[in-house]
């Protein structure tokens, strides 16, 4: 099941990201991430966290489209989002993208990912860009001309091999700190990345 969790940075109500959060099995907002969904004209089935972030006005449009409060106490071990995705694995998500969790603060954009790093089956999406650990063999769909960056997360990624990238990568090795892997550029309209060991950052830049 596809999930789709709305975080309270900034975002742009994209089309294709109204598109993501529309054809959503189950969608989430993280606090103040209901304000996003508003902006998205379609309310979450669930709103976690503190719910410190939630103005009035925001809290009386979940509840007028029947939207289920899950609070937890200010002081807690995880993140808003962080919990938001614990509860979207509970109900079943298999695939969890993240929408409005790469703008805002830079401390939280790098907890988000972080919170990327470990678990399965996530993926953060903005208007531009898209960015997932990969899983051994990714495909990415896009067009020519998108840029596409890979980033070692661990200290050494082995078996790094793609395809329809400018710059082709055939078994190599990228070090933590290495910015070879970085701006490649597809060729057509889907590319594809392999790693056999360690974890790698794919960031898809849509053009």
């Known amino acids: 099941m596809n999930a789709v969790i709305v975080a309270n940075g900034e975002m742009q109500a994209h089309a294709r990201l109204k598109e993501l959060w529309l054809r959503a099995k189950l969608r989430i907002a993280a ?4 304000r996003n969904a ?6 979450p089935h669930s709103v976690v966290g503190d719910l410190d972030s939630l103005d009035d006005e925001t809290r009386a449009w979940l509840e007028k489209n029947n939207c289920e409060f899950l609070r937890y106490p200010p002081a807690k071990d995880e993140t808003d989002l962080e ?7 509970a109900r079943g998500a298999d695939e969890i993208t993240l929408l409005g969790a790469l703008g805002g603060r830079p401390d939280h954009f790098l907890a988000n990912v972080l919170v ?3 678990t399965r089956g996530l993926k953060l999406a903005d208007a531009a860009v898209e960015m997932w650990f ?3 063999l990714d495909v990415i769909d896009g067009k020519k001309g998108d840029l596409v960056s890979l980033l070692p997360f661990d200290a050494r990624v082995e078996g790094v091999a793609t395809e ?3 710059y082709p990568l ?5 070090e933590r700190g290495s910015t070879r892997g970085v701006s490649n550029v597809m060729l057509e309209e889907r590319a594809q990345v392999l790693s056999t060991r360690g974890k790698l950052l794919i960031v898809h830049l849509f053009q």
């Open 164 to 166: 329809g990238l400018e």
């Open 38 to 43: 508003r902006a998205l004209r379609i309310a």
């Open 134 to 136: 990969g899983s051994g």
């Open 31 to 34: 606090d103040g991430g209901a």
């Open 83 to 89: 919990l938001a995705v614990q509860l979207a694995q």
């Open 170 to 174: 055939r078994g190599e090795t990228l």
């Open 116 to 118: 990327l790093a470990q």
